[in-house]
Structure formats: structure tokens, C-alpha cells
């Protein structure tokens, strides 16, 4: 990850120019090497002539040099905010639904107006409204409860922007799915989203898993989130969630994790 001359390496994860010599990204705890690289000696350097002519070669790009330095100095400022800033794309998910159950149970408005019961008949804005309504306690804690942890890890990772996209998409692509295959379909709660949300996070783990890399997540935790989410439409009585949601859901997000890890790593 760093030669001998660098003075910094910069964090996959957060952006962060940090030092060559850690374990660990002390901004956002990822892990860069699994052990320290070794000092090198002095006499050694003074010898060897190799960072001279590393010097001598890269000499004639110099305002190039000067370039990319500002550009990573600017990344790391910007992956430091965004590491420490509060995730306020899940808090206003989390709380734009709290407040939506709160007006349901307050007979505001009627489930009705807000859920996929059946065919759209051009309300189209229930594809949106159905994400943030739940009929069900144990259902709503479940999924604000995945979509508050894995929204707020994967929007220190990718930012805000990112995790209202994927939400909202992953959200209506599984509302869609319900309602291409059945004649009456119910779409009710966030589960799609949620699993979209969770499964993006876990993608680049996921890969290095299965690679025999070493990874950090906790993806026997996630996986019980996942397994319980999944479970919730066979569990729960009408109007229950729409499983074909939830799986279409956590396969856009699964997808967009792959596909964003991958690009992170050719681009590095």
C-alpha cells in the first residue's frame, strides 16, 4: 500500500491522508495493512541511491505532482467531515417514518391512502409513501432498526446522496416487482429498502470473504438482521410486507455494493 518514500497513504474508506506506518485509519477505524511495515534503516537510505532517481524522474512532473497532492489534501478534508459529520440522510428517513406512523395512529390519514393495496390506478405516489408507512410495531422496529444502523454506516462511506438513491429506488424497483407479478399486491414498509440499504454495505465483505481477504464487518450480525427481514411477510398477518419487495430490495443493493467496490478498487 506504501513504499518507503511515501509520507502518507491515503484511507480507502474515508479519504483520510494518514500515516504509512498505522494499522488502522484513525479518522474511521478501517483497517489498512494487517501489521506495520518495517522501518527502514539509515545507512541503508544513505546507500542506496533508488530514491534519488525516483526524485530525478519524477522531477520534470512536478506541477502534476503539486496537482495531485492538492487534490488529495482535499479529499481527505472532505472524508474527515464526511466521517464525523451526523448521518442526516437516515436520521430524516427514520424520523420522516416515525412521523407518518405517528399520523396514521392519530387518524391524520388512512393506511389506504399511503400503502400499495392492489392496483395503482395512477396514485404513483404510494410507491414512495408505501416505504416510510408500517401497520405493524414489531415490523417498523425491525426495519428502522436496519435502516438506521446500515443507513448510517453506508452513508459514511458513500454519502447522503447515495443512501436517499438507494433507498428510494431500491424501494419503488421492489414495489414494481410486487405489482408486475400479482393481480392485488401490498406494499407496505421498508423492507426492500432496508435490505437495499444492508446489502450494499455488506457487498465489499461479502467479496472479500469469499476471497479469503480479511475483513471487518460484522456479517453474521447482518446476516441475522437480513434472515429476520426476510422472514417478517410470513410472520406477520394482513396486510404484511411483500417478500418479492424485500428480495428484489436486497438485490439491487447487493448489486450496487459489488459494483461501487469494484470501481473504488480499479480506481485505485
Known amino acids: 500500500m506504501s513504499s518507503g518514500a511515501d509520507l502518507f497513504v491515503?484511507?480507502?474508506?474515508?479519504?483520510?491522508?494518514?500515516?504509512?506506518?498505522?494499522?488502522?485509519?484513525?479518522?474511521?477505524?478501517?483497517?489498512?495493512?494487517?501489521?506495520?511495515?518495517?522501518?527502514?534503516?539509515?545507512?541503508a537510505l544513505n546507500r542506496s541511491p533508488r530514491g534519488v532517481l525516483r526524485r530525478l524522474r519524477w522531477l520534470p512532473l512536478r506541477s502534476r505532482r503539486r496537482s495531485l497532492a492538492f487534490s488529495r489534501r482535499r479529499l481527505s478534508r472532505w472524508g474527515e467531515a464526511r466521517a464525523f459529520s451526523p448521518p442526516y440522510a437516515t436520521i430524516s428517513l427514520v424520523t420522516l417514518s416515525c412521523g407518518v406512523w405517528i399520523a396514521w395512529r392519530g387518524g391524520f390519514v388512512g393506511?389506504?391512502?399511503?400503502?400499495?393495496?392492489?392496483?395503482?390506478?395512477g396514485d404513483?405516489?404510494?410507491?414512495?409513501?408505501?416505504?416510510?408507512?408500517?401497520?405493524?410495531?414489531?415490523?417498523?422496529?425491525?426495519?428502522?432498526?436496519?435502516?438506521?444502523?446500515?443507513?448510517?454506516?453506508?452513508?459514511?462511506?458513500?454519502?447522503?446522496?447515495?443512501?436517499?438513491?438507494?433507498?428510494?429506488?431500491?424501494?419503488?424497483?421492489?414495489?414494481?416487482?410486487?405489482?408486475?407479478?400479482?393481480?392485488?399486491?401490498?406494499?407496505?414498509?421498508?423492507?426492500?429498502?432496508?435490505?437495499?440499504?444492508?446489502?450494499?454495505?455488506?457487498?465489499?465483505?461479502?467479496?472479500?470473504?469469499?476471497?479469503?481477504?480479511?475483513?471487518?464487518?460484522?456479517l453474521l450480525g447482518a446476516?441475522?438482521?437480513?434472515a429476520v427481514l426476510l422472514a417478517v411477510p410470513f410472520a406477520l398477518p394482513r396486510p404484511e410486507p411483500s417478500w418479492l419487495a424485500g428480495v428484489t430490495g436486497g438485490a439491487i443493493g447487493l448489486l450496487l455494493g459489488l459494483g461501487l467496490q469494484r470501481a473504488g478498487s480499479d480506481g485505485l
Open 10 to 43: 491515503v484511507c480507502k474508506q474515508c479519504g483520510s491522508e494518514v500515516s504509512p506506518y498505522i494499522t488502522e485509519c484513525p479518522y474511521c477505524g478501517h483497517r489498512l495493512r494487517r501489521r506495520a511495515p518495517k522501518l527502514p534503516r539509515e545507512h
Open 111 to 121: 393506511l389506504d391512502k399511503l400503502v400499495v393495496a392492489g392496483p395503482l390506478h
Open 124 to 218: 404513483w405516489w404510494k410507491l414512495l409513501s408505501s416505504q416510510f408507512t408500517y401497520s405493524n410495531g414489531l415490523y417498523a422496529f425491525v426495519a428502522l432498526l436496519a435502516v438506521a444502523i446500515f443507513g448510517w454506516l453506508l452513508e459514511r462511506r458513500l454519502g447522503p446522496a447515495a443512501v436517499l438513491a438507494l433507498f428510494l429506488g431500491a424501494g419503488v424497483a421492489g414495489a414494481l416487482a410486487a405489482s408486475a407479478v400479482y393481480s392485488q399486491p401490498i406494499v407496505i414498509g421498508g423492507n426492500a429498502a432496508a435490505l437495499a440499504l444492508l446489502a450494499a454495505w455488506a457487498a465489499p465483505d461479502l467479496r472479500a470473504a469469499r476471497a479469503g481477504a480479511y475483513y471487518e464487518g460484522d
Open 223 to 226: 446476516g441475522a438482521l437480513a
